[in-house]
């Protein structure tokens, strides 16, 4: 069983830096899409940051020059720093993986929350 645990949420002033990190188990990262989703209070599910297994990171608009997705594939962990955090910012982050085979296959952590105020 794929396993993904996410950890470092918390609450923190705007203007301010915090560093997510996902531990994933059973499953090479190597070969795996690796990204952090967030979902706020009433609204969908939205794509942050995602590194694919053969590419480059790419940045959700809103946090391009503010957040780095980076992964080390000797812990199997994959991390988001976050700086200059914002309160839209706020909400539920997610690690996500990502396998294709014959089609995509998703798993999920938990989530962590992330609380931003001003």
């Known amino acids: 069983q794929v396993q993904l645990v996410e950890s470092g949420g918390g609450l923190v002033q705007a203007g301010g830096s915090l560093r997510l990190s996902c531990a994933a188990s059973?499953?090479?990262?190597?070969?795996?899409?690796m990204g952090w989703f967030r979902q706020a209070p009433g609204k969908q599910r939205e794509l942050v940051a995602q590194?694919?297994?053969?590419?480059?990171?790419h940045y959700a608009d809103s946090v391009k020059g503010r957040f780095t997705i980076s992964k080390d594939n000797t812990r199997e962990s994959v991390y988001l720093d976050m700086n200059n955090l914002k309160p839209e910012d706020t909400g539920v982050y997610f690690c996500?993986?990502?396998?294709?085979?014959?089609?995509?296959?998703?798993?999920w952590g938990q989530g962590t929350q992330v609380t931003v105020y001003s």
């Open positions: 996500n993986a990502q396998i294709t085979i014959r089609s995509p296959v998703n798993y």
């Open positions: 059973r499953i090479n990262i190597r070969r795996s899409d």
């Open positions: 590194i694919p297994s053969g590419g480059d990171p």
